[in-house]
């Protein structure tokens, strides 16, 4: 099921899916992060596997490392930025609609559009 979608960033890859959820790993490169973002119709769950940086929930931000965990709850504004390595993520989605059409890009470094 595995298939690696490029990014800017890095790259992510589903891992599986099923009745109103979606696992994903995603690899956020040395230096780099992903947009500064919201869904309107999905909640994540990251787990840090591998690497370090920091993750930002609303106005929260944790240092992220190995067995790092943050709930990312429907409409929050969030963002994962990778330090001096790779940062590994585990992200579980949950809800119904599961697509990367649910993202609404706040700001981003790779000046994308918002697809949400």
């Known amino acids: ?3 690696v979608v490029e990014r800017p ?6 891992l599986g ?3 109103g959820y979606l696992v994903k790993r995603l690899c956020i490169h040395a ?3 992903i947009s500064l973002q919201r869904h309107h119709h999905r909640l994540e769950h990251w787990v840090v596997v591998q690497g370090c940086g920091e993750l930002q929930c609303g106005d929260t ?3 992220a490392a190995p067995g790092t965990t943050l709930e990312v709850p429907c409409g929050s504004i969030h963002r994962a930025s990778a330090s001096d390595q790779d940062l590994l993520i585990v992200e579980v989605q ?10 609404e890009r706040l ?3 790779y ?3 918002s697809a949400g």
């Open 94 to 103: 949950r809800g119904a609609t599961l697509s990367e059409d649910d993202i």
């Open 17 to 19: 899916r099923g009745e």
């Open 107 to 109: 700001q981003d470094d």
């Open 61 to 63: 931000r944790i240092p």
């Open 31 to 33: 230096g780099e992060r």
């Open 111 to 113: 000046q994308r559009f």
């Open 9 to 14: 960033w890095g790259w992510f890859e589903t």
């Open 1 to 3: 099921m595995a298939n």
